[in-house]
């Protein structure tokens, strides 16, 4: 506990950094046995959910609300995913499953489960369907130098498939590897630090920032990295994708 009531956590117009010490579990609605760091959400500004999910085993939890699609990613513990199409699978570290909004289903904790879960209200694109329900674990996903830097690689987990609207990655940088250029663009991201640490630029702001770390940063936001340290840097992330700005969300 610090008596001075400082802290690295800060929240912007275009940025936020959430690190693990400011924190605040409640509980979820719609899951049983669990608590939650709800860490992104509208009232911020972002269009898009973003939070940790601390189930206890026996815990569970059904789909999102309605018009609502879902990804998960295990970082800690075993669950059961009972979707629709799919066989019943086990979830373990590094596992993620894609929820489509609408569909039934139960996550069931097999052990105490700390999981990272990405929301959003599904955008459909014009002329094509609703993708359907997706398991798979990172370690099974072939890593590929970003934009041919071999010391930063990235692993897209959900497939570059148009009828998704929201793209979940993995990016792993060697020590001293940087995002190439101070990305502009009009995407918005959600980002969860797996391992080690780095310096973050946001917006005109320098953080530091390293595992556990949640950030936030909304369209056109200048964002940068560089990843210190002697070990790796790993995030795992969300952006909005495949659509065209000037498309409305079909009635």
Not at 2 to 28: K, N, Q, Y
Request: hydrophobic share 40%; charged share 20%.
């Amino acid at each position: 506990m610090d008596p001075f009531g400082t802290t690295r956590s800060r929240v912007r117009r275009t940025h936020a950094l959430i690190a693990p010490e400011s924190f605040v579990t409640s509980d979820l609605p719609g899951w049983q046995g669990t608590r939650g760091a709800i860490v992104i959400a509208p009232a911020m500004g972002a269009r898009f959910t973003q939070y940790l999910a601390l189930m206890e085993q026996g815990g569970a939890a059904g789909p999102a609300s309605p018009g609502i699609e879902r990804v998960l990613y295990v970082l800690e513990g075993e669950a059961t995913l009972a979707l629709p199409e799919l066989p019943e699978r086990v979830l373990c570290p590094g596992a993620f499953a894609y929820w489509p909004p609408g569909a039934t289903g139960t996550l069931r904790a097999l052990t105490a489960c700390r999981l990272n879960v990405f929301e959003k209200r599904h955008v459909r694109r014009l002329g094509l369907a609703t993708p359907g329900p997706l398991v798979g674990n990172e370690r099974e996903v072939e890593g590929a130098p970003f934009l041919g830097d071999p010391d930063a690689v990235l692993q897209v987990l959900l497939p570059a498939d148009p009828r998704f609207d929201l793209a979940v990655n993995v990016l792993t940088y060697q020590p001293g590897a940087t995002l190439p250029l101070v990305e502009v663009h009009m995407m918005e991201h959600g980002l969860l630090m797996l391992e080690g640490q780095g310096v973050y630029r946001l917006g005109d702001d320098w953080y530091p920032v390293q595992q556990g770390d949640v950030i936030w940063m909304a369209p056109y936001c200048p964002q940068w990295f560089v990843a210190m340290g002697k070990q790796p840097a790993r995030y795992l992330y969300y952006k909005d994708v495949n659509r065209d700005p000037m498309e409305e969300e079909p009635a």
